[in-house]
């Protein structure tokens, strides 16, 4: 991955301290493909940021998964309305969910898809819980999570 800016790579440590995992960080020293990310072995996950539009870095994405065997969130701030969208690569299927937003109810956090309430996955410090019904029952509670997380983020730039 290329490197990110300091604010980004802050907010992508702010979201890893949230899913609450141990952070490996020998090895994002030791090997230079994993150099700015965030490896989370207990997980099964590694995380890197960018502001980057999709589907940029897309390829650089499958080398991380690959060589790591490990699933990928790429947190991708911009100026969406959002501030920042997730794009997933599950490493059991090789496949990219895109376009995520959080979602946050009850001390849970959850990425789930921007267009629909299907295929929701819930982020824990044991992995990720993939295609799992919404955690919502309705469009008002879906945008009051929405909400929930986009006022309180930890994982905002200066955390």
Same mark, same amino acid.
């Given at each position: 991955? *290329?490197?990110?800016?300091?604010? +980004?790579?802050? &907010?992508?440590?702010?979201?890893?301290?949230? !899913?609450?995992?141990?952070?490996?960080?020998? !090895?994002?020293?030791?090997?230079?493909?994993?150099?700015? @990310?965030?490896?989370?072995?207990?997980?099964? !996950?590694?995380?890197?940021?960018?502001? @980057?539009?999709?589907?940029?870095? /897309? *390829?650089?994405?499958? +080398?991380?998964? &690959?060589?790591?065997?490990?699933?990928? !969130?790429?947190?991708?701030?911009?100026?969406?309305? &959002?501030? +920042?969208?997730?794009?997933?690569?599950?490493?059991?299927?090789?496949?990219?969910?895109?376009? /995520?937003?959080?979602?946050?109810?009850?001390?849970?956090?959850?990425?789930?898809?921007?267009?629909?309430?299907?295929?929701?996955?819930?982020?824990?410090? /044991?992995?990720?819980?993939?295609?799992?019904?919404?955690?919502?029952?309705?469009? @008002?509670?879906?945008?009051?999570?929405?909400?929930?997380?986009?006022?309180?983020?930890? /994982?905002?730039?200066?955390?």
């Amino acid at each position: 991955m *290329p490197p990110a800016r300091r604010s +980004v790579a802050a &907010r992508v440590h702010a979201f890893a301290t949230e !899913i609450d995992d141990l952070v490996d960080t020998r !090895i994002s020293r030791a090997d230079p493909v994993l150099a700015g @990310c965030v490896v989370m072995h207990y997980a099964g !996950i590694i995380l890197a940021g960018t502001s @980057c539009r999709r589907p940029l870095l /897309f *390829p650089e994405g499958e +080398v991380l998964a &690959r060589r790591s065997g490990l699933d990928l !969130i790429l947190l991708r701030f911009d100026a969406q309305p &959002r501030g +920042v969208t997730f794009d997933i690569r599950l490493e059991m299927d090789g496949s990219w969910l895109t376009n /995520f937003a959080v979602w946050r109810g009850q001390g849970e956090m959850w990425l789930v898809p921007e267009g629909s309430a299907e295929g929701c996955i819930q982020v824990t410090p /044991f992995g990720l819980e993939v295609g799992l019904p919404a955690p919502f029952s309705s469009f @008002c509670e879906r945008e009051k999570g929405m909400v929930r997380a986009l006022t309180f983020p930890s /994982f905002k730039e200066g955390y």
